[in-house]
């Protein structure tokens, strides 16, 4: 009798991701006015965010496209790195003036908290000289990126530049998420790489894990609590 072996291995489920936003009691049902509470989680996760773009910057070892692309324009540009975020994010919200999307109050602080706290990072924070702490501060950026983002997104109080431009072209155009999102991201990166920007070890390191990252930030959200079926939008990571 021939012996039955798995044919695959279960998956601890303290790293199971999740696909979808969960409900949580901070959530806000209107995306300009919020309880305090809200608002703290909203600010305190952009901030987690930006610091962990900053991170992967002072680990110089390779950026997020976006991250990319704001380098790229401060070789050519006087801004710093966080003034040609914010003034990237502009840019992109005002392409969702034809696509007709609509933002919010999380929409405004995303660009601007985002911003600050990139360049409060890039300041203050060391620059590592050993391999081995660089890519510490890769890993430790990328999971500070998934925490905030997994605070953030739960705040429904609207969506990021960057989410919404991809949202409001695939909800025009009937392109699927995925291949909008990837469009994007790998135009922003040839072009921020064109334009001087740091791609390399921690570019790839983030577009392997930045999804699963978020997965699980909100899952971490969304512990103990119902997670989201039609009412939120599904997670494309």
């Known amino acids: 009798m021939k012996a039955k072996f798995p044919t695959s291995l279960p998956f601890p489920k303290w790293l199971r991701t999740s696909h979808t936003i969960p409900i949580t009691p901070w959530r806000s049902n209107s995306r300009w006015v919020a309880p305090p509470r809200t608002l703290f989680i909203l600010l305190f996760g952009l901030w987690l965010f930006g610091t962990g773009e900053a991170l992967l910057v002072v680990a110089e070892l390779g950026n997020g496209p976006w991250t990319v692309l704001a380098e790229g324009v401060t070789v050519h540009t006087p801004l710093t790195i966080g003034s040609a975020t914010f003034v990237i994010s502009v840019i992109v919200l005002a392409l969702?003036?034809?696509?007709?999307?609509?933002?919010?109050?999380?929409?405004?602080?995303?660009?601007?908290?985002?911003?600050?706290?990139?360049?409060?990072?890039?300041?203050?924070?060391?620059?590592?000289?050993?391999?081995?702490?660089?890519?510490?501060?890769?890993?430790?950026?990328?999971?500070?990126?998934?925490?905030?983002?997994?605070?953030?997104?739960?705040?429904?109080?609207?969506?990021?530049?960057?989410?919404?431009?991809?949202?409001?072209?695939?909800?025009?155009?009937?392109?699927?998420?995925?291949?909008?999102?990837?469009?994007?991201?790998?135009?922003?990166?040839?072009?921020?790489?064109?334009?001087?920007?740091?791609?390399?070890?921690?570019?790839?390191?983030?577009?392997?894990?930045?999804?699963p990252s978020v997965g699980w930030g909100l899952r971490l959200m969304g512990r103990g609590r119902g997670i989201a079926g039609e009412s939120a939008p599904a997670l494309e990571a």
């Open 96 to 211: 969702w003036i034809p696509l007709r999307e609509k933002p919010g109050l999380g929409t405004i602080a995303n660009a601007v908290v985002i911003a600050a706290a990139l360049q409060v990072g890039v300041w203050f924070l060391p620059h590592p000289e050993p391999l081995w702490l660089r890519l510490v501060f890769v890993f430790t950026g990328v999971a500070l990126i998934g925490l905030g983002s997994g605070l953030y997104l739960t705040t429904n109080m609207g969506p990021g530049p960057r989410d919404g431009w991809m949202t409001g072209i695939h909800h025009r155009f009937g392109i699927p998420v995925a291949r909008v999102r990837l469009g994007i991201e790998v135009s922003v990166l040839i072009l921020g790489w064109l334009l001087g920007g740091t791609v390399g070890l921690g570019t790839v390191v983030f577009a392997l894990l930045i999804g």
